[in-house]
Each structure stands twice: as structure tokens, then as C-alpha cells.
């Protein structure tokens, strides 16, 4: 499991040449960092080899445009290169899965969330993310009755509230049950839908206290498919606005980038933090995220140590507008009236 820097020019051979000598190369789960002098126009045999290579593929400086779709990341220089490897080496088995899962997008939706949920499931067998669960104090999954979602009517639109502030929003089974019944109705009803959320924070991802606790990974792959909220986001696609705050990590920027409209506060911070926990984004994101801003910028989050700016999100096309924080709410039901 390395970081191996390989010398750009060799992207000009032959292909059978190619082959022998990325294979060479290929250590486990590993990154490769190519640098160097760049082939002005690769060929489709060097296209195809950097696509079907089992490792994530990393350009580093000016790569020819001809050359970056055929890489998982790019990124500018030598000092974010070794950012991105830094944060590989944390967990390169789930790092290589992310970039495989990316690179190969389903055509459709329902074969998107299998895809990614298969992944996922395949990840929380491995070591990887064994390690980090014997690094917690797992507590079971409990419901102790408190609402965590709450819904409004105002006027045509059906306001859906996230109000576990008290702990960022974190995604629980119980908050996810009651979402996923208030997404569920909100589909068979007329009208624009809003999703926001009370407290400090949107969504800080998934219950950490409830990760390290989950069924057999067969089963899981199978609850998360059956009570998926990236399909009920979804489904809402165009009538549905979201407005973000806070923290917006894991499954809160996952979800709400299925939405047709995003609002976020300045004070927004966006990030993806499966990778440290030996995973892939396992709430949508590998499909909402790449819609809205491509597969390298997802694979970038993902791979990036803390967390993007709504200023640098809207830049890549993951939130549509920025407001003062006390304003979100606002906008979001102004926006929603007006799809009516």
C-alpha cells in the first residue's frame, strides 16, 4: 500500500509498454503521482490504461485537458500532492475504492446507490475501518422518543425541520426513520418542499456514536438501500430547496446536493470525512456530488484534510447561493414559493 511518483513521459509509450510498466508499479492499494514532462495528445491505448488501472491516478502540475479525464485528481503542485498522499496513506484501501467507484459512474440512479452502498458495505469488513471503530466507544442504537424532524406548512410549501441541535443534527436511526417518513409524504403531495435545520449546525453527518454499531455488512447494504434518503432526496430533486449552515459533513452535504436549489450560510462549512473512518460517502454523495460538481472535485473532498468553504463550494457548483446565516431560512422558503 504506496505512494509511487512516476515520471509523466512514461504516459507516451507504447501500450503494450505501458502496461507492463504501470503493473510494475502497482503495490496493493496504491497512488500513483505522475509529474513531470507530459505527452501533449495520449493516445486511446494510454487512455484506457489509466482508466482501468486498480489504483487512484494522480496528475501533478500543468496536465494537458486531453490527459485529466482519464486521471482521478489533478491537482496544481508538489506541496498538494503530498496533502492528497498524506491523507491516502491514512486509509488507501477505502481511497482506491473511492477513485474505482468514480471513475466508472452508473448511468443510472438506482444503479448509483447500489453501486456506492456495495462499496460502502465491502469497506466496513475491512481493516480499515476496523481500525477506527476499536478507536471508539460504540454506543447501541437507541430511540429515546425525542422528535428529530419536525414539519411546517407554509402556505404551498411543506417545510421539513431537522431539530436535533443538540447534537448538530447528527443522522441517527431514529432521526433517518422519521426524515425518511417526512420525505415519503412529502413525494405523494403537491407542492415545493424545504429542508433546513435549527441549531448551531445543518447536519454533522452521521451519529458517530452509532457507526461503530450496525448489522452484519450484508444486512446493512440491504437497510441502507431500503430506507434510502438519497433515493427520497431525489425523487424531490426538482421541487425541493435545502438550506445549510454550520457544519454540513458526510450524509448533510451528500443529501442536500440532490436538491434543485441550495442555500448555504457564509459560515457553511462542507466536508466529507468517510475517508478517515476507512470509507466511501455512503448517503448518495458518490452520485449528488458528481452531478453538481464532477467526479474530481468529489474525489478532492474526499480526499481533503477538513473542510471547503461556502465561498470555495459555490465555486465549484455544490451550493448555488450564499447568504448571511440569519437569512437562510428566509430565502429558502422564498425560493421554494416561487417553484409553486
Request: aromatic share 4%.
Amino acid at each position: 500500500m504506496t505512494v509511487v511518483a512516476v515520471d509523466a513521459a512514461v504516459l507516451d509509450a507504447s501500450p503494450p509498454a505501458l502496461d507492463a510498466a504501470l503493473t510494475e508499479l502497482l503495490d496493493g492499494a496504491t497512488c500513483m503521482c505522475f509529474e513531470g514532462t507530459w505527452p501533449g495528445t495520449p493516445g486511446a491505448g494510454t487512455m484506457d490504461a489509466l482508466l482501468a488501472l486498480p489504483a487512484l491516478t494522480l496528475g501533478v502540475g500543468q496536465v494537458p485537458p486531453s490527459t485529466e479525464d482519464a486521471l482521478d485528481l489533478v491537482v496544481a503542485d508538489r506541496q498538494s500532492a503530498d496533502r492528497v498522499a498524506a491523507t491516502f496513506s491514512r486509509a488507501p484501501l477505502a481511497a482506491v475504492s473511492a477513485a474505482l467507484l468514480l471513475r466508472h459512474p452508473p448511468s443510472t440512479l438506482a444503479a448509483g446507490l447500489v453501486a456506492e452502498s456495495t462499496t460502502y458495505s465491502m469497506l466496513q469488513a475491512g481493516p480499515e475501518f476496523a481500525a477506527w471503530r476499536a478507536s471508539r466507544h460504540p454506543t447501541a442504537s437507541t430511540d429515546d422518543g425525542v422528535a428529530r424532524v419536525r414539519v411546517e406548512e407554509h402556505g404551498s410549501v411543506m417545510s421539513i425541520v431537522l431539530t436535533r441541535a443538540e447534537k448538530h443534527n447528527a443522522l441517527d436511526v431514529a432521526m433517518r426513520d422519521q426524515l425518511h417518513a417526512a420525505l415519503t409524504d412529502a413525494r405523494w403531495r403537491r407542492g415545493p418542499v424545504a429542508v433546513i435545520a435549527e441549531g448551531p449546525s445543518f447536519c454533522s453527518g452521521g451519529d458517530l456514536d452509532e457507526f461503530a454499531t450496525f448489522p452484519d455488512p450484508a444486512r446493512a447494504h440491504l437497510v441502507r438501500l431500503e430506507r434510502s434518503l438519497a433515493a427520497c432526496f431525489a425523487a424531490l430533486a426538482d421541487r425541493l430547496v435545502v438550506g445549510i449552515h454550520g457544519a454540513c459533513l458526510g450524509a448533510g452535504i451528500e443529501l442536500s446536493a440532490f436538491a434543485a436549489r441550495i442555500v448555504a450560510a457564509d459560515d457553511a462549512r462542507i466536508g466529507l470525512p468517510e475517508q478517515g473512518m476507512g470509507l466511501v460517502p455512503g448517503a448518495g454523495g458518490t452520485v449528488s456530488i458528481t452531478r453538481r460538481a464532477g467526479r474530481h472535485s468529489t474525489l478532492a473532498l474526499l480526499l481533503r484534510d477538513g473542510t471547503i468553504t461556502a465561498a470555495e463550494a459555490r465555486t465549484w457548483g455544490l451550493v448555488d447561493e450564499i447568504v448571511p446565516a440569519e437569512r437562510v431560512r428566509a430565502r429558502v422558503l422564498e425560493i421554494a414559493e416561487s417553484l409553486t
